[in-house]
């Protein structure tokens, strides 16, 4: 038990009791009050050390002590503002970056959807798939879901609470406000099931939420729009919930606002703006509908588990119920389909994050720059704890004489803990202060559209209580080791005269950090050095097409309410009209230009050939293009002709393939004249092979393998498929997206050209988007430009820092080696010697951490090879730059300290002592 | 310079203060200036007591609960901490006085050892 502390003003009031006594006494024995006064003092010793000997016994003690060590240790930053700010700074790079990188790993991988109990979310699939998938197998694993197949598992899973079905892809809409005078403009949309919103527990911001009795056909249409959408195009406006709206041109009304945090069901960089019931699928989408169609699967699943129930049984409950429907479409699947039907499964999986689509695509990016920054933090934290070794050195006088006349080892530690501390936490600050401005910069750099990102760029509270403990934890690691040497510090050597030691107490321990940043800035600057081979090796290869000239613009007929027969017409005005601007030189339609985005693949059954097996690869993209396409995008035909202005409707069906097509389906073989079909065997001899066009890649994917088979057909042209859902998906192909314009060398396109070119076609048909191809393709590689720049930021922030740490080192060793360094010189070394001395030593440093930086490079590399697009991770060029740049710049750190040593005047340096 | 008076007074040995005070203390309470004016008193003014170092050991003595404190009038009418001996106090100090006599006894036998033998050279 402890005693109740004593106040301070007891103690002083019986010390004062004791003089009084004491001047009693003397008074009494006969000496004069004033000599009695000071005797009586003098007795007591020193009163201010009898009060703090008293004050150090008390338990409260040491709380005071920090704020005394505190204040301290402010007093000699203050002394020394150049060590301050320089670690102060070079905590600050450290902690922010690495505080906006957990930001963003954060926001993209950790957190969970805005809405109600999102652990009692379960999604389906293992996998993510997009966007529409046909047919009744799904690879490994049923991950989307047509509509009938939703409603089957939604009645044969009772453990469900409620189970929404929504689009798994996006789609552009055209809405234009009732009454508006304004075109219509492009928004994105979402079709959910009526349940969405109950699902997802979360409530309407005004007006209200779609229910289930607005997704049945016969209800008003009724659209719910997103917060973002209502603050961005319509200002908060009231009159908005409850308005009439046309959506692609069919009259909406808009029931309610979803709360502002609301951004759907997955992280996307384009959030939906309007959720549509499905029930207005068929009203909005007309012919190309898929609501009916059994074995066209767009819908993404998820669901709230009732409490108690046991997901893995509802899981097994539901492959029951797949295989069900499965077997109740036995007539219609084809032979592949049916070898295949027993190995159909599903899996349930925690869907509180929503369909992780986006995480997925950057987990591992993210978590390859949070190894960069990390090492990052480690080269500052050895780097300041340099700093705060030779600070250490530099105050073992003052501690040698502190400790000489009394202040005890501990006392010493802690203050020299204090300080690494408070310079840690100061750093930590500094490091918030960047992070907050960082985090928003890193985020406009790592995704698209950025403003419209549903995440959160200012750190959040568990954020900042990592990057509070980063900031702790370094100032107490690297400043328990100063504080040791500190106190080993001895009296008897301190008072022998400064700098006459001849040992160099600490230089182990300062060597071995500086070998440590050499090691990681090679690292880092090797890594950053792969990175930015691959990016070029992406943007630089031949991409099959020409990008300069070239401008991409996208459209969406379907959204203007154009029937699939005013097609043709409407292509050829546009053509017409775009071509008639001065300066084009020629314009094409295409379904998907190259780098795009999109892409659409089938099964391809050759004319005369047996059925392929399941084990054959027989799948092929395809595309959709207008005359002129081939020479307006600069692909060439290196073998019969491409697609002209006689490939209509109503004449031969033709097809112009890439080398991969012929090359995989016909061999040696000259495909020309050569005929196959899609999708269905039964019509394997559709198209015929007109010409062969040269590779070139379209796919935003698999960008390190090369081009798969392609082929091209002509606009206008429609196939009589004879299964009804190749029929739609055949009249989907036929809505051409994008406009390829190529103008004449040198010339320019501007928007309001093209905007008022595509006016005077149709005022209805919005141009939703209009770039240079340039633009289009580095579009594509933005998260591997976002990683190389990033990587080589880091990496030459470890270089500078590493070479700060080079010349910290021997500029330390040069100034405790003044004297030694005299003496050689007064015996007939000269400067070239003494600047050899000094740099074979730095040299040396260099090297050691060359040859542990080297391997620990080569396994770096080893982790990040798939961002390496088959640049070889072992590259020796890359190593060898890499060790070249930090042999430099280490060389010119330790230039300076030697430099200076080779003018040190001998009769000076010996005069020192 | 010290006088000769000075020369011979002997300073505390560590650990020695805090058995004078608690012998002091057998006598009855006692504030700190009279405990330091006893020591000097009862040594035959040898043992001199740095009144810097008995507030910080009387304190010490009271955490350990050896002594008891509490504000009271002098003899000539000043107000001072006196200290009492606490039975607790009293056990430690009859343990601890045991334990110097032994030692003391040990130490004078070697030194008077080592007279013998310097007597018989």
């Known amino acids: ?913 | 310079m010290l006088t000769l008076e000075e020369k011979n007074r002997v300073a505390l040995l560590q650990g020695t203060l805090d058995l004078l005070i608690l012998r002091i203390l057998i006598f009855g309470p006692q504030h700190g200036q009279g405990i330091a004016r006893a020591i000097q008193l009862n040594s035959g003014e040898v043992l001199l007591v740095d009144h810097g170092a008995l507030y910080p050991a009387l304190q010490r003595l009271e955490t350990k609960g050896w002594i008891g404190a509490e504000w009271g009038v002098s003899a000539n009418n000043r107000k001072a901490r006196f200290y009492e001996l606490t039975p607790k106090g009293r056990k430690h100090l009859t343990e601890e006085t045991g334990r110097w006599r032994t030692l003391a006894t040990a130490m004078a036998r070697i030194l008077d050892l080592e007279k013998l033998q310097t007597g018989e050279n």
């Open chain 1, 1 to 913: 038990m402890f005693p109740r502390r004593r106040p301070q003003s007891d103690f002083s009031a019986e010390l004062q009791a004791h003089l009084d006594l004491e001047q009693d006494r003397l008074l009494a024995e006969g000496m004069p009050l004033e000599e009695a006064r000071r005797q009586a003092r003098k007795n007591l010793g020193n009163l201010l050390g009898a009060k703090e000997r008293f004050y150090e016994s008390s338990r409260w003690m040491w709380l005071e002590q920090i704020w005394q060590d505190t204040r301290l240790t402010f007093r000699h930053l203050r002394t020394a503002p150049a060590f301050a700010v320089t670690a102060i700074l070079t905590l600050g790079l450290g902690i922010g970056a690495t505080t906006s990188i957990f930001t963003l790993v954060h926001a993209v991988m950790l957190k969970s959807l805005p809405v109600s109990n999102p652990d009692q979310l379960y999604r389906l699939g293992n996998e993510t798939h997009c966007c529409v998938w046909g047919g009744y197998g799904q690879g490994r694993e049923f991950s989307i879901v047509s509509w009938e197949l939703y409603q089957h598992l939604r009645r044969n899973a009772a453990g469900f609470e409620e189970l929404a079905a929504f689009q798994a892809g996006d789609r552009f809409l055209g809405v234009q406000r009732a009454g508006s005078a304004n075109p219509a403009e492009s928004y994105q949309g979402e079709f959910v099931s009526g349940n969405y919103f109950a699902t997802f527990g979360v409530g309407a911001y005004a007006g209200r939420i779609l229910t289930a009795d607005d997704d049945s056909p016969a209800a008003t249409p009724v659209a719910v729009m997103s917060y973002s959408a209502w603050q961005r195009k319509f200002g908060l406006d009231p009159d908005v919930v409850g308005g009439a709206f046309q959506i692609n041109g069919k009259p909406f009304t808009v029931a309610g606002i979803a709360p502002p945090g609301f951004f759907g069901d997955k992280l996307s960089s384009a959030p939906p703006d309007f959720f549509l019931p499905l029930s207005t699928e068929p009203y909005v989408q007309g012919d190309s509908s898929m609501l009916d169609q059994p074995n066209r699967h767009w819908l993404a699943l998820i669901g709230r588990v009732r409490p108690g129930f046991n997901v893995l049984a509802m899981e097994t409950q539901m492959r029951v119920a797949l295989q069900h429907w499965l077997q109740s479409h036995l007539a219609d699947m084809s032979p592949n389909e049916k070898t295949r039907l027993a190995q159909q499964t599903l899996y349930l999986r925690p869907g509180g994050a929503g369909i992780t689509g986006m995480r997925e695509q950057y987990e591992q990016r993210l978590q390859i720059l949070m190894m960069v920054a990390g090492f990052v933090l480690l080269i500052v934290c050895a780097n300041v704890a340099n700093l705060l070794l030779v600070r250490g050195m530099e105050r073992r006088q003052q501690t040698s004489l502190s400790m000489a006349l009394g202040a005890r080892p501990a006392r010493l530690i802690r203050q020299g803990l204090t300080e690494s501390i408070v310079l840690s936490l100061l750093g930590g600050a500094a490091g918030v202060g960047i992070a907050f401005a960082g985090t928003r910069l890193l985020l406009s750099l790592a995704m698209a559209a950025a403003d419209r990102m549903p995440i959160e760029a200012s750190p959040s509270l568990p954020v900042l209580l990592f990057a509070f403990g980063v900031s702790l934890a370094t100032g107490i690691v690297f400043g328990i080791a100063p504080a040791w040497m500190a106190m080993r510090a001895d009296p008897i050597e301190a008072l022998r005269g400064a700098n006459r030691t001849t040992r160099r107490a600490g230089s182990l321990p300062r060597m071995t950090l500086a070998i440590l940043q050499a090691a990681l800035s090679l690292v880092l600057l090797s890594a950053a050095g792969l990175l930015t081979q691959a990016l070029h090796k992406l943007e630089r290869q031949d991409f099959g097409f020409e990008q300069a000239d070239r401008y991409v613009i996208n459209i969406d007929p379907l959204l203007a309410g154009y029937k699939p027969a005013e097609l043709e017409p409407l292509y050829r005005r546009i053509r017409e009209s775009l071509g008639g601007i001065p300066g084009v030189a020629s314009v094409a339609l295409t379904l998907y230009s190259p780098m795009g985005g999109d892409s659409w693949n089938e099964l391809i059954f050759v004319d005369g050939r047996s059925a392929p097996t399941p084990a054959d690869n027989n799948i092929s993209w395809v595309n959709r293009v207008s005359p002129e396409y081939f020479a307006t995008i600069g692909t060439p035909i290196v073998k019969g002709r491409g697609i002209t202005e006689a490939d209509r409707r109503g004449s031969r069906h033709v097809a112009v393939v890439n080398e991969a097509f012929a090359r995989q389906f016909f061999k040696d073989e000259d495909p020309i004249g050569r005929h196959f079909g899609s999708g269905d065997p039964r019509i394997s001899g559709e198209f015929e092979i007109v010409g062969v066009a040269r590779d070139s890649r379209y796919l935003t994917y698999g960008l390190s393998e090369p081009v798969g088979p392609f082929y091209f057909l002509p606009e206008g042209q429609v196939t009589e498929h004879l299964l009804p859902a190749n029929r739609t998906g055949e009249i989907r192909s036929q809505y051409l997206h994008d406009i390829v314009v190529r103008v004449h060398p040198g010339g320019r396109l501007t928007e309001e050209q093209a905007r008022r070119a595509l006016a005077a076609v149709d005022s209805r048909l919005p141009m939703m988007l209009m770039r240079t191809m340039t633009d289009q393709v580095s579009s594509v590689f933005g998260q591997q430009r976002l990683m190389a720049r990033l990587t080589s930021l880091f990496g030459m922030l470890a270089l500078v820092l590493a070479a700060i740490g080079i010349y910290g080192v021997t500029a330390y060793s040069v100034g405790s080696r003044t004297n030694e360094i005299g003496l050689r010189m007064a015996l007939g070394a000269d400067r070239g010697n003494v600047l050899a001395l000094i740099l074979r030593g730095a040299m040396t440093l260099i090297a050691i951490g060359l040859a542990a930086g080297i391997p620990l490079s080569l396994g770096a590399g080893q982790l990040i090879r798939t961002q390496l697009y088959g640049v070889n991770e072992r590259n020796p060029a890359v190593i060898l730059l890499a060790v070249a740049a930090l042999g430099l710049a280490g060389l010119l750190a330790a230039l300076i300290p030697a430099l200076r040593a080779s003018r040190i005047s001998p009769l000076e340096a010996l005069r020192a002592e």
